[in-house]
């Protein structure tokens, strides 16, 4: 299949891109490592009007320390992040969920953030730890927290003329610890569900806990009935237990050719065990 | 907003392409139709089943996503670029001796995707050898004998 006719405009700087979506915004797509645009291009899903590629411009790709955070420019690959040196282990361990070897070559954080795919991993992980995005336009520059990210499946929150340049991805301080889970039928195929946990111990207890599951609704949602069984418990194995039960019994989930929804429920509640498990472990060091 | 031609410089297995590509033109039909490189092979043309893996610039990418446009001023490596002066590459020799092929239409994704593994992992594990596969569909096989293609290559 191919796509159907559009112009295309290789963009030379941010403040281009921004020119361009100031005055096309509503026709255009942008651009980066095309692993989702182009195939659904492809599928004749989306007819941008107007392809802005944005892959040659410079100043989006890299990655750094930013006050607690870690900021990651849109054009970092998902590939690059992998490989990068001291990557948080809950990052390390989404990532090569992420799409496919070859696809991770050219997939960035920054589109599949902007993307929206309501099973993706990153999307889920970013909400997961609290993470934002910063947005530019024409008519300035907002931070995005995570949570007001995604409004339905493929959509955001972001308007027409915007461009996401970097996400922050908030680093563990002594005493945290994350984790993400997954499951899928085939290594790099749609996950059938997954799940992230981030947590605060001190002195044996869970103080604080945000938990999140993908691919059970039309975007990543956290289940703070899942983290009001962690907060205040033990550290421990039913903590971790009463938190994937409490995730079961929260979501809904949907039926689809791979998995009836009440198995997503089940899915995800085990998932989200594995994931507070593993955070626990973490963040006793 | 036009949807005129481009023109496009491309380097392709070492020689430059100069050629005029509306933006929609896939870069694997540019590669096949265009310049006659026919060893790229088209399955699924949305990024599934890795037939089509070509390197740009040094990366391994889906030739089905990515429009020739974006190949402007890069170097790309179809299969045909693998074999040298000296033959076979060890890899393309595993797979044959392995047995690593039937049909073969899956071969020349492998051999690209692989063969980037290898040189940024030389010494690259069976797991991560499988890992790697699961986005090059092979139906004909079953995978076995292309991992131990691989691997033979890897630990030598």
Redesign the interface.
């Known amino acids: 299949?191919?796509?159907?006719?559009?112009?295309?405009?290789?963009a030379e700087s941010v403040e281009h891109v921004l020119g361009l979506l100031g005055e096309?915004g509503d026709q255009a797509s942008v651009?980066a490592g095309?692993?989702s645009l182009?195939?659904m291009m492809?599928?004749r899903q989306v007819r941008p009007?107007?392809?802005v590629?944005i892959?040659r411009i410079g100043g989006l790709g890299a990655i750094e320390p930013d006050d607690g955070e870690l900021r990651v420019g849109a054009l970092v690959t998902q590939f690059a992040l992998e490989r990068h040196d001291g990557l948080e282990p809950a990052v390390a361990e989404c990532l090569?969920y992420t799409?496919?070897?070859?696809?991770r070559?050219?997939g960035t954080v920054g589109g599949s953030v902007a993307h929206g795919e309501p099973r993706a991993e990153l999307p889920l992980l970013l909400l997961t730890l609290g993470g934002s995005a910063r947005v530019r336009s024409v008519r300035g520059a907002r931070d995005v927290p995570a949570e007001e990210l995604y409004v339905g499946a493929y959509q955001t929150s972001l308007a027409a003329d915007e461009l996401l340049v970097h996400t922050s991805w908030p680093v563990a301080v002594p005493g945290e610890g994350r984790a993400f889970a997954e499951l899928a039928q085939?290594?790099?195929?749609y996950t059938l569900a997954c799940a992230a946990c981030h947590l605060r111990i001190a002195d044996g207890r869970i103080l604080a806990a945000r938990v999140g599951v993908g691919a059970t609704a039309d975007r990543p949602l956290l289940v703070p009935e899942a983290a009001r069984e962690l907060e205040g418990s033990s550290v421990g194995e039913a903590a971790a237990r009463a938190a994937g039960a409490a995730a079961e019994a929260a979501i809904e989930g949907y039926d689809d050719l791979h998995a009836s929804a009440a198995y997503r429920r089940r899915l995800a509640g085990v998932l989200v065990a594995r994931a507070a498990r593993q955070a626990m472990e973490r963040a006793r060091g | 907003m036009a949807e005129d031609p481009v023109a496009i410089e491309v380097t392709v297995n070492g020689a430059a392409r100069r050629d005029w590509v509306t933006p929609r033109l896939l870069l694997s039909d540019f590669l096949r139709h265009r310049l006659g490189l026919t060893g790229t092979h088209v399955g699924c043309e949305h990024g599934v089943c890795g037939a089509c893996t070509v390197r740009v610039g040094g990366r391994p990418a889906r030739a089905c996503l990515m429009f020739a446009v974006q190949a402007d001023g890069e170097e790309v490596q179809t299969v045909e670029g693998l074999a040298g002066e000296h033959g076979l590459t060890a890899l393309q020799r595993a797979l044959h001796e392995a047995h690593g092929l039937q049909c073969g239409f899956c071969t020349p994704g492998i051999l690209i995707a692989a063969g980037d593994l290898l040189e940024r992992r030389p010494n690259a594990s069976r797991a991560e050898i499988e890992a790697m596969l699961s986005g090059q569909i092979c139906r004909c096989t079953g995978y076995k004998a292309i991992v131990d293609a691989i691997e033979r290559v890897a630990g030598a």
């Open positions: 299949m191919k796509p159907a006719p559009f112009a295309y405009e290789r096309h651009l095309g692993q182009v195939p492809n599928m009007a107007l392809v590629d892959t090569p799409g496919h070897y070859v696809t070559h050219r085939r290594h790099g195929d």
